[in-house]
């Protein structure tokens, strides 16, 4: 088995003194999803852009299955729970569960008898998921504050770990994936949605703080990624399917994020630079 010794932050390739600080990336981040768990701005809504509308990452009914408060703070760019196998009296923890879509999705799937953790490091999300789950009856699910790099849960606890989107923006992404696999029993899973750089990115958005907030500028490649998981201990870690983003479906993702940089960016060509990816693996049974 792969060894699991801590190894350095995996981060995208770029000069230590020209990306933004670890302390920087974890208040923005902070700050862009307590923002958007206060006013209920949502990546949810009738869009067919492959990177944003809940209709393209889900069926429509599941999507009607699950309280509006929930999917009305969505920010995913992928559907975890499709590839994570989930049964009746699971265990599951949800990296960054956010407003808790993907924890109501894996709650209705594990019944009664399983139970689903959401971590999330803005309390202005845990509280909101926490109201959602109260007022709408949600008795299997549990909502815990905490970064996602040292989760408040014991070990050996999930059958299944899932993410959506979230690991991109963690500044320390091979602990994330060391602390799911010590939160998995021997043989669970682990399933995720998440942006993979494809080529390197223009400085004028790596640099970009907020670009880092839209899950772009702290995008690592496939090579990286996959790495970090299997130096993590994982098995079996298999691409289940990927979205490669053209130009237009870029520069739609981040909107008016890169401010007045956007003008400098009219000269790239930025097809083919990030891509929504499914990936799962396996912890070893021994």
Not at 247 to 276: C, E, P, R, W
Request: hydrophobic share 35%; with cysteine.
């Amino acid at each position: 088995m792969a060894s699991r010794e801590h190894k350095k932050p995996v981060k995208a390739k770029a000069a230590a003194k020209a990306a933004p600080s670890e302390e920087d990336v974890r208040r923005a981040v902070r700050e862009r999803y307590s923002k958007l768990a206060t006013q209920g701005t949502s990546c949810c809504g009738p869009s067919s852009d492959a990177t944003c509308g809940c209709g393209t990452l889900y069926p429509n009914a599941e999507i009607l299955s699950l309280p509006q408060d929930a999917i009305s703070v969505s920010a995913g760019c992928g559907n975890p729970t499709a590839i994570a196998d989930l049964k009746q009296g699971m265990t599951v923890v949800d990296l960054g569960s956010g407003g808790g879509i993907d924890v109501f999705l894996a709650a209705k799937k594990v019944g009664s008898k399983g139970r689903v953790y959401g971590i999330d490091a803005t309390p202005e999300m845990i509280h909101r998921a926490r109201t959602t789950a109260k007022e709408n009856g949600y008795e299997n699910v549990e909502f815990r504050l905490g970064e996602i790099e040292h989760m408040p849960l014991n070990s050996n606890v999930a059958d299944v770990v899932i993410s959506n989107c979230v690991i991109n923006l963690a500044p320390d992404k091979s602990r994330v994936f060391e602390e799911a696999f010590r939160v998995l029993k021997p043989g669970g899973k682990l399933a995720v949605s998440d942006i993979v750089l494809v080529k390197d990115l223009p400085d004028e958005i790596r640099m970009n703080l907020r670009a880092w907030t839209e899950c772009v500028s702290g995008a690592i490649s496939e090579e990286e990624y996959l790495g970090a998981i299997k130096r993590a201990g994982f098995e079996k870690v298999k691409i289940e399917d990927r979205v490669i983003y053209t130009h237009d479906n870029l520069v739609s993702y981040l909107g008016d994020s890169m401010g007045d940089a956007t003008t400098k960016l009219k000269g790239f060509d930025l097809s083919q630079v990030i891509g929504s990816y499914r990936i799962s693996a396996r912890k070893p049974t021994a």
